[in-house]
């Protein structure tokens, strides 16, 4: 074999070594971890929570239910914010200052997701109609507020509908005015020197009444003064929409709240937040 002949096959003979040795240390390299900066909102779910929270979100013997939990679904978007960045030292969360901001959205979308909060709603009523009824017929703004609308007497409802099905709004709507807790009822409170006030009592103890009238202002009186405090029989909720309401004017109102609760509240709206729907409430 000439001198030229050997060096071309030493050459060829090498670049393949080359080669092979390449694709060996390729092939047996690690996996690349996902850069956390880049990971989606699953990716980050499934390295930092779902050992606790489960995939799925649903919880653990070691972690609550974060996917459809109650508690969860009425925090806002901050609040959820707030304990992924700093955790919950009385509940065993840990903080993840670590993650930044683009992250913590990224986790916060994908548990809306696993909540099913990205769903559009299947409507059965008119939400329009639904909005009539709700300050007309139906009577509901005299006590409720949606949207900086309405009355301060029940809880306002701004964002019920994003926590209940149709089902449940219906059902609540037909079947919760029976409450016999006086938490749930009107009264008027007569006081020695002739003053009278109408409301809600929202807190009482042995020493004095804190009582919320029907343009929504706060009136706290001493017990010594009262000279009659008085109840009114019937429930703050009406019994009778079962038979005042017709079956598709339900399915309008309970699509009216479902709808309305996908609409964010002005700056300026008035809130009620110092109550549930009043057949949430129960005798202390």
């Not at 956390?36 to 489960?54: D, R, T």
């Not at 709240?257 to 109550?275: M, Q, T």
Request: with cysteine.
């Amino acid at each position: 074999m000439s001198t030229i002949c050997r060096r071309k096959w030493f050459l060829r003979v090498s670049a393949t070594l080359i080669a092979t040795s390449i694709s060996l240390s390729q092939s047996t390299k690690p996996p690349q971890k996902p850069d956390p900066a880049s990971a989606s909102g699953k990716e980050l779910f499934a390295s930092s929570c779902a050992a606790c929270h489960g995939l799925d979100g649903k919880g653990s013997e070691r972690a609550p239910n974060i996917a459809d939990g109650a508690n969860v679904r009425q925090m806002s978007h901050t609040q959820i914010a707030d304990i992924i960045r700093n955790g919950s030292p009385g509940g065993g969360m840990p903080a993840f200052h670590t993650l930044s901001s683009a992250q913590i959205e990224a986790l916060i979308h994908h548990l809306e997701m696993l909540s099913g909060a990205n769903k559009p709603a299947q409507l059965r009523g008119d939400p329009a109609v639904g909005k009539t009824l709700f300050t007309g017929k139906a009577g509901c703004s005299r006590c409720h507020m949606v949207l900086g609308q309405g009355g301060f007497i029940a809880s306002n409802l701004s964002e019920y509908g994003k926590d209940h099905s149709g089902e449940q709004i219906r059902d609540a709507i037909i079947n919760s005015g029976g409450s016999a807790s006086r938490s749930a009822k009107t009264a008027t409170i007569r006081l020695r020197n002739g003053d009278k006030y109408a409301g809600r009592v929202r807190n009482e103890d042995n020493f004095s009444i804190q009582l919320q009238d029907t343009d929504g202002a706060f009136h706290l009186l001493s017990r010594s003064d009262v000279m009659n405090l008085e109840y009114d029989p019937k429930p703050v909720m009406p019994s009778d929409y079962a038979t005042t309401l017709s079956p598709n004017e339900l399915d309008d109102l309970e699509s009216y709240l479902i709808n309305v609760a996908g609409h964010p509240l002005k700056k300026d709206h008035k809130s009620n937040a110092a109550d549930c729907f009043p057949w949430c409430d129960s005798e202390d």
